[in-house]
Antibody, heavy 119, light 110 residues
């Protein structure tokens, strides 16, 4: 069965960096686009970034553009999110999600990893 | 990339129907048939309920249905059950490989 397991969250000071990972299993990882989505405490969902199945194209929400980098290692079936220059408003649960067969939906999600940006 | 607009809350008694609206613009909902809906219970990851406006993934009850007219998409839950009490989010492609979620609606089963 499809499984997505995020890791790497924690408490980090403003201005510092953190890298999240998402280990995928149960499907051919290299055939699917992958997304990061976040949810601030008590708030709604926010789309963060997309990477195509082969890593050739990457897209970002305006709120993270220039600070976050999405990447993938298809040989390890792992998705990454490098987060630099972190701000308090980046505090959220970060989910990785697989692009669905429709192309523009998210059919499987991980359980999420909490990132807290605080001094 | 402004969030799509949803009502904050909706409610219905068991067995009744509830419809949630999701309003966007010509740049997102109005421009593409790429609206999906997600159910999220407290402390859990979201779950895909509807994709491509009105298609149901395998395993999602047929009590859930979706539609779209112009710049507004809708999710209808018929025959409400206690387990349908959750937050619901719409989601749309917004062009140039960017995406946007709705503001979210909390459904309460009375």
């Amino acid at each position: 069965q499809v499984q997505l397991v995020e890791s790497g969250g924690g408490v980090v000071q403003p201005g510092r960096s953190l890298r999240l990972s998402c280990a995928a299993s149960g499907f051919t990882f290299s055939s699917f686009g992958m997304h990061w989505v976040r949810q601030a405490p008590g708030k709604g969902l926010e789309w963060v970034a997309l990477i195509w199945y082969d890593g050739s194209n990457k897209y970002y929400a305006d709120s993270v553009k220039g600070r976050f980098t999405i990447s993938r290692d298809n040989s390890k079936s792992t998705l990454y999110l490098q987060m630099n220059s972190l701000r308090a408003e980046d505090t959220a649960v970060y989910y990785c999600a697989r692009a669905g067969v429709g192309g523009d939906d998210l059919d499987y999600w991980g359980q999420g990893t909490l990132v807290t940006v605080s001094s | 990339q402004s969030a799509l607009t949803q009502p904050p809350s909706a409610s219905g008694s068991p067995g009744q129907s509830v419809t949630i609206s999701c309003t966007g613009t010509s740049s997102d909902i109005g421009g593409y048939n790429s609206v999906s809906w997600y159910q999220q219970h407290p402390g859990k990851a979201p779950k895909l309920m509807i994709y491509e406006v009105s298609k149901r993934p395998s395993g999602v009850p047929d009590r859930f249905s979706g539609s779209k007219s112009g710049y507004t998409a809708s999710l209808t839950v018929s025959g409400l059950q206690a387990e349908d009490e959750a937050d619901y989010y719409c989601y749309s492609y917004a062009g140039s490989d960017v995406y946007v979620f709705g503001t979210g609606t909390t459904v309460t089963v009375l």
